[in-house]
């Protein structure tokens, strides 16, 4: 049994509920993952994402349009990967994805949500100067918002996986112990994704 065949074994706020479960929906039945068997990219961990996005976006009273933006890039950020190291590109590769998925099925391309996907894998000053330029300062803020929400689900990645020192948003940082209690729903639901053993393993 996959992680993607699971229920989501923790509960979405309310204040998300609509959007979240639209989003999650369509990325789980419509949006294709080229990398097929990985243990940490997977379409859960995308939904965390969202979860993570959305949240923030709340917490910060933001609209509904920045939301979808949110939604988007949360879906087809890792759709594109080559492997599960740092794969510098696989941005750019979702974003094209992206781009071809909306425009061969009618649907809203959000531009915003292309440039934080195709910078997502890159340094914050590559992407604050190139999303900054394009989108101002309210387009840096969102893509800030998704780095922090991909952060977030860094704790499946086991210890020392996560350093919450590279958070950037207010919001993102006051979520962490929440982030943490995500995680550990999850590995309750399926102790075969707790990767704790992974680091107990090196020291032998």
Not at 13 to 21: A, C, G, N, R
Not at 113 to 139: C, S, V, W
Not at 159 to 187: H, S
Request: glycine share 8%.
């Amino acid at each position: 049994m996959t992680e993607e065949t699971l229920p989501v074994p923790y509960p979405i706020p309310e204040e998300i509920q609509p959007e979240y479960t639209e989003w999650y929906h369509f990325m789980m039945e419509k949006v294709e993952f080229a990398l097929k068997i990985s243990p940490i990219h997977t379409k859960a961990h995308a939904g965390r994402v969202l979860l993570f996005a959305l949240l923030i976006a709340q917490k910060r009273g933001l609209p509904l349009f920045d939301w979808n933006v949110l939604g988007a890039a949360a879906s087809f950020h890792d759709t594109r990967r080559h492997d599960d190291y740092l794969d510098v590109g696989h941005g750019a590769r979702g974003a094209a994805y992206y781009h071809a998925y909306c425009k061969g099925k009618g649907l809203p391309f959000y531009r915003l949500a292309a440039r934080i996907m195709q910078y997502h894998d890159h340094p914050d000053t590559l992407g604050n100067k190139i999303i900054g330029e394009r989108f101002g300062r309210h387009g840096v803020l969102l893509y800030h918002i998704f780095k922090d929400a991909d952060a977030l689900d860094r704790f499946r990645l086991g210890p020392g996986g996560f350093d919450p020192r590279y958070l950037r948003t207010p919001e993102g940082k006051g979520m962490y112990d929440y982030a943490k209690n995500i995680w550990a729903q999850v590995i309750k639901a399926d102790p075969s994704l707790d990767r704790h053993w992974l680091e107990e393993k090196k020291k032998l």
